[in-house]
């Protein structure tokens, strides 16, 4: 238990690296616009709300179920996520962008809801989608949890879309702003877990002569063998 609480505390390395998000979310010199004919024919669905908020406690929901799951996987989210955070911020430094708002006149809750979003977030930040960004690289390592429930799984997954797409229909975010943090959460995860394969790898290779280590699953595609003998050398 003491071991399994150790591990999460890395996870608050996330909320600290946000203490630099709101010094930058404002106009700071050129303000540029990545709208796209596409964009302004996407309509606003305030019912979005409740995957966009829900993601703020759900990233770490699922921060925990790959820790619980697959250490190595969870290690490698949380790193990619805090290196995507400091990427993004030092984008939203030399290339600020905005998103344009429409007004919201309902009174129901998912309207106030969305007002309430608003208020707390500037409409800059936008380029690439910090929500998009997370929201992908869970996707992408929750596909390689082994032995999982498949209900599990596919709520993870459903999840992580509609967190996506919940940036687009609250004009939050744009279509370039989408694309930017795919982009960018599926390199680091896929750099990250290169990296590790590798490291298995080098690991493999060097193991003394005669050891068989049990064939498994390559996470990590690398296609790297499982076994050694005379083989590799």
Known sequence: ????????????????????????????????????????????????????????????????????????????????????????????????????????????????LTRFMYGMDNPYNAFPSIHVMTAYIAFMASGKVKGCSKKILLASQILSVLVILSTVFLKQHTIMDVTGGIFLGGSLFKSMTLLQGLKHQRLIAHAPMGITLKPQEDKYGTGYATKVGHALR
Request: glycine letters at 4%; proline letters at 5%; aromatic letters at 18%.
């Open 1 to 112: 238990m003491r071991n399994y609480l150790a591990r999460g505390f890395w996870m608050l390395l996330v909320p600290l690296i946000m203490l630099f998000y709101g010094p930058l979310n404002h106009a700071n010199g050129n303000v540029y616009s990545l709208v796209t004919v596409l964009d302004q024919h996407i309509p606003f669905i305030k019912y979005f709300i409740v995957p966009y908020l829900a993601w703020y406690l759900l990233m770490f929901v699922v921060l925990a179920w790959l820790m619980k799951r697959d250490n190595e996987l969870y290690i490698l989210s949380l790193a990619s996520i805090c290196l995507g955070l400091f990427l993004s911020f030092l984008v939203y430094t030399v290339f600020q962008t905005t998103v344009p708002r429409p007004v919201i006149l309902g009174q129901d809750l998912f309207s106030n």
